[in-house]
């Protein structure tokens, strides 16, 4: 048996109180409150909107099909992190440049050898970004 279904499941938003869910209610139930509270405070609307519209976006803006609280971590993530890209094969050394920075006393293998024998030190933080950037 067969049976259509008008709306995707996974979209599917649960509606608790009137059309919001328990979460949108709480939003809108703290927005109202701290736009009363700095209302009494300021005696001025538009200062008391200010909070109001501040905890809306967080409840109701979904960028992305996230969160506003999600998306904003996931920014500040991507921000801070350094790219690091891992399979760049483009890159070439230039042989007479690479002697002229680090001297002579760097060994350049051949061709067919191995580029690192010994077991790699531990990297800091220091250096770690010195390689990712």
């Known amino acids: 048996m067969e049976i259509k279904i008008s709306q995707d499941i996974r979209k599917y938003k649960t509606k608790d109180i009137g059309k919001f869910s328990f979460q949108e209610a709480a939003y809108i139930a703290a927005g109202f409150s701290a736009g009363f509270l700095t209302y009494k405070l300021t005696k001025s609307l538009e200062v008391a ?76 933080r220091k250096d770690r970004a010195r390689i990712l950037f």
């Open 49 to 124: 909107m200010i909070p109001t519209m501040i905890i809306f976006v967080f409840g109701f803006f979904k960028p992305y099909g996230l969160t506003f609280m999600q998306f904003i971590r996931t920014v500040v993530k991507e921000s801070l992190m350094p790219q690091c890209f891992i399979n760049e094969t483009d890159f070439e050394y230039d042989l007479s440049e690479f002697k002229s920075l680090y001297g002579n006393d760097v060994v350049i293998p051949a061709e067919n050898d191995v580029i690192q024998t010994n077991v790699p030190a531990k990297i800091n």
